[in-house]
């Protein structure tokens, strides 16, 4: 193995860290370099081949260290890699000669790795709501809140606290998006297996469940606490100072526009929160949305539960049933046997029963026959004559002669003329020509009153709180009604023939706004 | 002043929609959600589990009901009734032949393995391609589907699972496939299908060879090893045939049956008259449930319509005749009734020549009904045809033919 040196990291052009993707040895290759990564997070940056190969999973481990070796030779030369000479002591011989090298993460490889973690992390996901998130969203939007309400809040934690509440929103829409696809996945039992499904069904259930909750209760939070700071334009001041602190590390000819870009990006961040939670300009929010999505996700699982047990339902093969069947209604030997087939195995046919006329009915009730009577010898079931004779019922009844309904009408219209008339007399009863108060109406009969009550009704429904003076409108729009509240707060009372109205007393004015032409209608 | 108290109208508003229900089930095994039964099934589902627990205790028949569909899995007691056959879904009604029985089968397995929507071209072609099974070959069965009157009986095998709402319409027409023009889509209702076969054992699992037989496999119930498991199934045979047909007749039943039926008559009709209304005629043959609203049946007696009256006439004789008549009899007798009677008739029911399919309709029409049977060339009576009063119309008629008004209403409906 004659592993050249490392060669100049030149060699990686284009996309060679990602070759190893598509060598035979991938498996290794990708866990050598998880390998790496793991070590990173330990902040150990150099690695002997004796160390990786430890580090290595068991099922990927290989024999030696020497096809290790190879391995990392092979991913320096892809460029993941960069092999520097060991120059540590060494206690055999055979190790002094071997040439020996320690490997550490190019940034290629590393760049590369996060891209394939990223890929497998997509693909992989099943995408989880996350009630933890909106906790968090509420945490943070509250410490915004405290902050706007300060002088001069402190841009290092405006930043920071803006800058958490971005990368919880950010997580949370990811994971909505993921939990939507994989939740669809789910429904269409597309390559998922029943059993699986069934295992995942309950959980799922009460987790949607739990979720929703959350969204509920805690989407209505957060929908409050962005109103608040909304409110005043309190967060305008926030998302300037984060813009203006990230701005302070552009470079000088730059900084004209770094932070007008900054704040441009904050506030579209902003915008995406406040859509989320809340429905403006007609559209939707995305909570509501997804609330709605995970609250049609449930019966649609049912449903799928439903349908697995109809997959199971049939004990036998469904369709080799039918197909026995069809070679079955084949073999029979006449109509007959296919008729008894069907029957039997479909059991679709209705019942079937003799039937008994109203009046024999009545007739048996009254002296029912001893049960050992023979047919013959029972009284019989009548058959109608005619029906007999010429195979069709009788038709009992004469036609209905046409009424003649000129009389009704008469008196139809002279009941419309009469109502007429005491409408317009009640109407004219009410019209107080002028100002007056309530106690001044004086008794008024039945139909006035009635009048009245509907005035005053459409009156004070229009009377708000403070109001001292209100005009309303009769709904046929025949009569006006202006009422004002009296400030000395008397009572008084309405006499009627059928009882007494008590009330404050206001005073009122009733105008028949169809005056003038009702006197001309003639009726 | 009425002391009806509220409870008690509820209770008999209960009871009288829990026999709508029940009667509703008992005409038509399968009922839909959606289309003309709609209102029968919101019925059953209300009262679902009432219903549920009479017909499991009473008959052994399962119920299932859901958001789409309720389905009264019937199982005859009485397995060898050719009078029940699949009729095709016209005003013809005709009922199936070997060829549309065989392709409904085929249809159905294909539908089965299918998924949610399929086009009558496509369904035909996996028809054809299940009808060259070499088992179904050797019957000298054979589709093509080439032809016009084979499309006919697809057409009619589709129309029939578009009543029972296994398919759904969703565009095209069935005559447009048949005359070649066109083709159809459906939406397959698989819950509707699932529910379809109503036999306790698959037919693929049953290896018996003879028809009866396999009838018999097929609604086998589980081994009777105790008295009361013999007696519950007893129970629930009788309780199937008194709910199912016109008429019992005591010689049709084994002698631990009619032991059973003589010690339970009482309780069992009072249980089906509590439930649909059906009343108990008790006579010294047999017994009928007979329907006092004249509705929980697909063939009637008396009937207007030249087949109703014919039957009618022909009951009359066979009663007077009190013994076996020879079919060339009445077809005899029909030639006669039709010179007496034949003005009131169809007009292909005047041509010379019709009295053939007269009486075969007026025979299969009673037979049905439990009134006659047949043995070979000869009409035999039964008991209950003698319930008409048919021979006493006559000594009636003088007195109520004054007042109706005959002449004006044969003109009003020439036939």
Redo the contacts between chains.
């Keep these: 193995m004659d592993m050249n040196a490392p060669r100049p990291e030149g060699v990686t052009d284009g996309y060679g860290p990602f070759a190893h993707l598509t060598a035979p040895n991938v498996l290794l290759y990708r866990s050598v370099m998880r390998a790496f990564l793991a070590a990173k997070e330990r902040f150990a940056v150099h690695l002997r081949p004796e160390d990786v190969h430890a580090a290595l999973p068991a099922g990927t481990r290989p024999g030696g260290v020497d096809a290790v070796a190879k391995a990392l030779d092979a991913l320096v030369a892809w460029g993941n890699l960069r092999a520097d000479p060991d120059t540590g002591r060494v206690t055999a011989v055979e190790d002094f000669y071997r040439k020996r090298f320690i490997y550490q993460l190019t940034r290629e490889g590393e760049a590369a790795e996060k891209a394939l973690a990223a890929y497998d992390e997509a693909l992989g996901m099943r995408g989880a709501l996350q009630a933890v998130a909106l906790h968090d969203i509420v945490t943070q939007l509250r410490a915004l809140l405290v902050l706007a309400a300060e002088e001069e809040p402190d841009p290092a934690k405006t930043h920071l606290a803006l800058d958490g509440l971005a990368s919880r929103f950010a997580a949370l829409a990811d994971n909505a998006r993921a939990f939507m696809g994989s939740l669809q996945r789910t429904i269409d039992l597309h390559d998922v297996a029943e059993d699986v499904f069934l295992a995942y069904k309950d959980q799922l259930i009460q987790y949607l469940e739990r979720f929703i909750q959350d969204l509920i209760t805690l989407g209505g939070r957060i929908a409050r606490l962005i109103l608040e700071l909304e409110d005043g334009r309190r967060i305008q001041p926030l998302l300037r100072s984060a813009a203006a602190r990230e701005a302070a590390d552009a470079t000088p000819q730059e900084a004209a526009h770094a932070e007008q870009a900054a704040y441009e990006r904050w506030a579209g961040r902003w915008a995406g929160l406040t859509a989320w939670f809340l429905s403006r300009d007609g559209r939707e929010s995305q909570s509501r949305l997804l609330r709605g999505r995970a609250l049609g996700a449930i019966p649609q699982l049912l449903a799928v539960v439903r349908s697995l047990n109809e997959r199971r339902a049939g004990r036998s093969d469904r369709s080799a049933d039918f197909r026995t069947l069809a070679l079955w209604f084949a073999e029979a030997p006449d109509d007959d046997a296919r008729h008894q087939l069907w029957r039997t195995a479909f059991g679709l046919y209705p019942a079937r029963h003799l039937t008994l006329d109203a009046e024999t009915h009545a007739a048996r009730l009254a002296r029912p026959e001893p049960a050992a009577t023979p047919w013959a010898g029972a009284e019989p079931l009548r058959i109608s004559p005619q029906l007999r004779r010429t195979g069709s019922y009788e038709r009992r009844g004469k036609p209905r002669k046409v009424e003649d309904r000129q009389e009704a009408r008469r008196l139809l219209a002279q009941t419309a003329a009469k109502q007429a008339a005491e409408t317009a007399a009640a109407r004219a009863r009410l019209v107080t020509g002028g100002i007056t108060r309530l106690s001044g109406l004086g008794e008024l009969d039945p139909a006035s009153f009635r009048f009245f009550l509907q005035l005053l009704g459409d009156a004070l429904a229009t009377w708000r709180p403070g109001m001292k003076h209100t005009t309303a409108t009769s709904n046929d729009g025949a009569m006006e009604i202006r009422l004002t509240a009296l400030p000395d707060g008397s009572t008084t009372e309405v006499r009627t023939p059928e009882g007494i109205f008590r009330g404050p007393d206001h005073a009122i004015e009733i105008v028949d706004l169809t005056a003038g032409t009702e006197g001309g209608d003639g009726r | 002043m009425t002391t009806t108290s509220l409870a008690e109208v509820l209770d008999g508003q209960h009871a009288s929609d829990l026999r709508k229900a029940a009667r509703a089930l ?5 009922l839909l959600a959606h289309g003309p039964s709609a209102d029968e099934f919101r019925l059953v589902r209300r009262h679902a589990s009432d219903l549920r627990e009479w017909f499991d205790r009473n008959t052994g028949w399962p119920l299932q009901v ?1 958001a789409e569909s309720a389905r ?5 007691a009485r ?8 009729r095709e879904a016209t005003r013809s009604a005709a ?4 060829r549309r ?2 392709l ?3 249809a ?3 539908l ?2 299918g998924e949610a929507q399929i086009a009558l071209g496509r369904l035909a072609e996996q028809v054809v391609l ?1 009808a060259s ?1 070499p ?2 070959t050797a ?3 054979r589709f093509t589907l080439d032809r016009r009157d084979e499309r006919l009986d697809l057409a009619a095998v589709v129309r029939l699972l578009l009543g ?1 709402g296994v398919l759904r319409r969703v565009a095209g027409d069935e005559d447009a496939y048949v005359s070649g023009a066109g083709d159809v889509l459906y939406d397959v209702e ?2 509707v299908l ?1 529910g ?4 306790r ?6 290896r018996a060879a003879s ?2 037989e ?2 018999a496999e ?2 086998a119930e589980t081994a009777l090893d105790s008295d009361e498991l013999r007696f519950r199934a007893m129970r629930r045979s009788l309780t199937r045939r008194l ?5 019992l007749y005591y010689d049709e039943l084994t002698d631990a049956e009619l032991g059973y039926l003589t010690r339970q ?1 009482g309780f069992l009709t009072a249980r089906i008259t509590e439930l649909t209304g ?2 108990a ?5 047999g017994i ?5 609203e ?1 509705d ?7 009937e ?3 087949h ?3 039957t ?2 022909l009951a ?1 004789h066979l009663t007077a005749a009190q013994g076996p008549v020879r079919t060339a009899d009445l077809m005899r007798k029909v030639a006669e009734l039709a010179a007496e ?1 034949g003005g ?2 169809s007009k292909s029911a005047r041509e010379a020549g019709a009295e053939g399919e007269l009486v075969e309709q007026a025979v299969t029409r009673l037979a ?2 439990g009134l006659v049977s047949r043995t070979g060339d000869a009409v035999v009576p039964r ?8 021979g ?3 000594v ?2 003088p007195r ?2 004054g007042t ?1 008004e ?1 002449p004006a ?2 003109k009003a ?1 020439p036939l």
Excluded at chain 2, 288 to 292: E, G, T
């Design positions: 008992l005409k038509q095994p399968l859901d009264l899995g019937k199982i005859p397995l060898a009734d050719a009078t029940h056959p699949a009922p199936f032949t070997r029985y065989v409904l089968c085929l159905l397995a294909a089965e393995r299940d099974d088992q179904l019957t000298g069965i029972l698989r819950r699932a379809l076969l109503a036999t054992r698959g037919p693929s699992t049953v028809p009866l396999r009838l097929l609604t709910l199912d047909d016109p008429v008559r059906l009343v005629e008790i006579r010294a043959e009928a449930m007979v329907d006092p004249d929980l049946t697909d063939v009637r007696m008396p207007s319509g030249t109703g009256h014919v009618l006439l009359e009677h009131f008739w049905a009904l008991p209950a045809l003698a319930r008409y009063a048919v006493e119309t006559v009636l008629a109520t033919a109706t005959v209403q044969r409906y």
